[in-house]
């Protein structure tokens, strides 16, 4: 259960997980509802990543910030479906930006804990990266990280965020060979962005 700031408290409280950031998740897919998110996030100077170009077949399906009036926007999640692979169905790729801490990527991702420190330590040390993106114009550098089944997860570090890339099925992290530049959507808004049927992958609004 989540509890709003109150006289006891002056965060949002989880029964389960202590201190956490609202979840904001938009219930119109279009230009003008993915406008006020990219103006929320640009306010705090969280990154909305988004493959651009878009490869064929592929449209925004969904996006979702996460903070409160207080502390701003603390994360940005932004999904992408299109084709699976083999023709197999619809295939979901989710983007991630948050600060340290923040937990949203890992919870997309399905493994424990608040960001994937840990998770790299040891793979960044000790082999070259997975995946090679640009995001922003910089090299950035993805790593695999273990998830269940169903999906694929990389993350890396970008513009000074956790940078996160969850793929449902698993084999549709191929957008990220496919389209290797991410671009962010606060710097501009492309207006040929292509959008379509809410993706279920996102949770709804805390």
Same mark, same amino acid.
């Given at each position: ?34 406008? @006020? ?29 996460? #903070? ?24 979901? @790729? ?8 923040? #937990? ?7 493994? %424990? ?23 922003? #114009? ?8 273990? @998830? ?11 513009? #000074? ?8 099925? %698993? ?5 990220? %060979? ?29």
């Amino acid at each position: 259960m989540l509890r709003p700031p109150g006289l006891a408290h002056s965060h949002w409280l989880c029964d389960t997980c202590g201190v956490v950031s609202p979840l904001h998740t938009s219930r119109r897919v279009n230009a003008d509802a993915l406008s @006020v998110a990219v103006n929320r996030a640009a306010d705090t100077g969280i990154p909305v990543w988004c493959p651009w170009p878009l490869p064929v077949g592929w449209m925004v399906s969904g996006f979702a910030w996460a #903070g409160d009036d207080r502390e701003g926007v603390v994360a940005t999640a932004l999904a992408c479906t299109g084709p699976a692979p083999l023709g197999s169905g619809p295939a979901d @790729v989710l983007l991630v930006a948050e600060e340290p801490g923040t #937990g949203l990527g890992a919870y997309m991702a399905g493994f %424990a804990g608040p960001d994937p420190g840990q998770l790299l330590a040891g793979a960044v040390a000790g082999q070259e990266p997975h995946a090679k993106v640009k995001a922003a #114009g910089r090299p950035t550098p993805l790593w695999s990280v273990a @998830v269940p089944e169903d999906r694929s997860a990389y993350a890396g570090e970008a513009k #000074g965020r956790w940078l996160f890339a969850v793929s449902w099925p %698993a084999q549709a992290g191929y957008l990220l %060979a496919e389209t290797s530049v991410l671009h962010d959507l606060c710097e501009w808004l492309p207006p040929e962005l292509v959008f379509g049927a809410p993706t279920p992958r996102l949770p709804c609004s805390q």
